[in-house]
């Protein structure tokens, strides 16, 4: 009965030092930005990216965006932009944002969160098609 209760502990130990250890070694590439659709619908238009923590597959919620670009850089006019504006989140884990795509094309949006815990940040740049 003592060894059951000894090998139970020092089963407990080992598994909470494999949690511990996983968790301490995090970094920004366990984690990915994803569109969630490649097209988006040219003029007024909300683009939404997913959070995943690339080791589980599991969405991040949370994350504290801090910036966000949009660009033509894809066809060659990364000076040609357009303002980002957040949105509330209507599902764990992405991001929705929305913006005014005035050309079909290619376009970068480019952003940059913290996700809690973590010390550094996670950087993506998602490249995706404005069509009319």
Do not use: C
Request: charged share 25%; glycine share 6%.
């Amino acid at each position: 009965m003592k060894s059951k209760l000894v090998l139970r502990a020092a089963m407990l130990a080992l598994a909470s030092v494999i949690v511990s250890s996983h968790a301490a070694v995090a970094a920004p590439e366990d984690y990915e930005f994803q569109l969630v659709d490649n097209e988006v619908k040219q003029g007024e238009a909300v683009v939404a990216v997913r959070l995943v923590d690339k080791r589980t597959g599991a969405p991040v919620g949370d994350a504290v965006v801090f910036t966000t670009r949009m660009d033509m850089a894809p066809d060659g006019m990364e000076t040609m932009t357009t303002p980002v504006e957040a949105m509330p989140s209507e599902e764990a884990g992405v991001y929705r944002f929305k913006t005014d795509l005035p050309m079909a094309g290619g376009w970068r949006f480019s952003i940059a969160a913290k996700v809690q815990g973590e010390t550094e940040a996670v950087e993506s740049r998602l490249e995706f098609k404005a069509v009319q």
